[in-house]
């Protein structure tokens, strides 16, 4: 009986969900294709390959020379299995910054075995050098004035160890008509990142909705990779079911009514919710809300704040 039950749960989850519906008196209503698949797109963001939780070190470069690798002589030191006793060092100069492999070490840059090379940066929106020994993959990145070595493996801890991501049921009451408002041509707004780094952002405008006849605004920026508009907000369930450092969302760009469509069940976790590594901004005063909001992804179980 118990292998007929576990089959009908992997044939028909459907009937399962609709029955565990009916049994709880409420109804559960199938998720909408788009945010089925977004949520299988966010899980390879972070748990995949090359998904935030590979992250295994951000390492700030000094002037001069310092050194990557598993040993503990090094300026900058790496689990054991996750990198040769040293991979090499950087030579940093100004904004410059040279990458010497180690000799015996086999290093691979754009599908090259390399020995030495000048390093490019992620700076406003670069795709950056990125450096390959086993399994291990680093590139420079930068943030103000400041030079960074981040450092991927796909057997960091937090990806073997990655507990899954817990959502609210899409909830179509969330799935909100908002507005698009112009501001002045370069406004800016001062974002604050995890690391205390502050850097003034161009706003793109504001978006404003409705919550119980009460309207919000939230300050939006533009993003040059998805080409839409980015929300950094905080809501009143920060810190208790979702991220304490607040969440993100993308709405897709206005039409020439200035109407767009502000969907909550797709906010979501900054990278810092699952790595120390990642250095994400945090909402400005402009966007913490006087509401909860219920909707879109909760706090990771493996968060230790």
Known sequence: MRRLWGLALVLFPGVLMAWMGSASGTELLPEPPDWTAWKAKRLESIAGTNGWATLVGLFWLPEGTSTLGSNASNTFVLLPQLAPPTVGSFVRTGSAVEFIAQPGVEVTADHSRVERLNLRSDHAGTVPTVVTVGQLRFYLVQRG????????????????????????????????????????????????????????????????????????????????????????????????????????????????????????????????????????????????????????????????E
């Open 145 to 304: 004035e400041r030079l960074g070595i981040r450092v991927k493996s796909p057997l960091a801890p937090s990806r073997i160890h990655f507990l899954g991501l817990d959502y609210f049921p899409y909830q179509p009451a969330w799935r909100l008509d908002g507005r698009f408002e112009a501001v002045p041509a370069g406004t800016t707004v001062q974002i604050t990142d995890v690391t205390g780094a502050v850097k003034a952002e161009t706003v793109a405008g504001a978006v404003t909705f409705e919550v119980a006849g009460e309207t919000h605004r939230l300050l939006a920026l533009d993003d040059d990779e998805t080409h839409d508009l980015w929300l950094i907000f905080k809501d009143r369930t920060a810190g208790l079911t979702t991220h304490g450092g607040g969440r993100f969302l993308h709405v897709a760009k206005p039409g020439p009514d200035g109407r767009l469509s502000v969907d909550f069940n797709f906010a979501y976790s900054p990278p810092c919710t699952f790595t120390p590594f990642a250095t994400c901004p945090l909402p400005p005063r402009e966007n913490v809300l006087t509401l909860a909001v219920p909707a879109g992804e909760k706090k990771y179980r493996g968060e230790t």
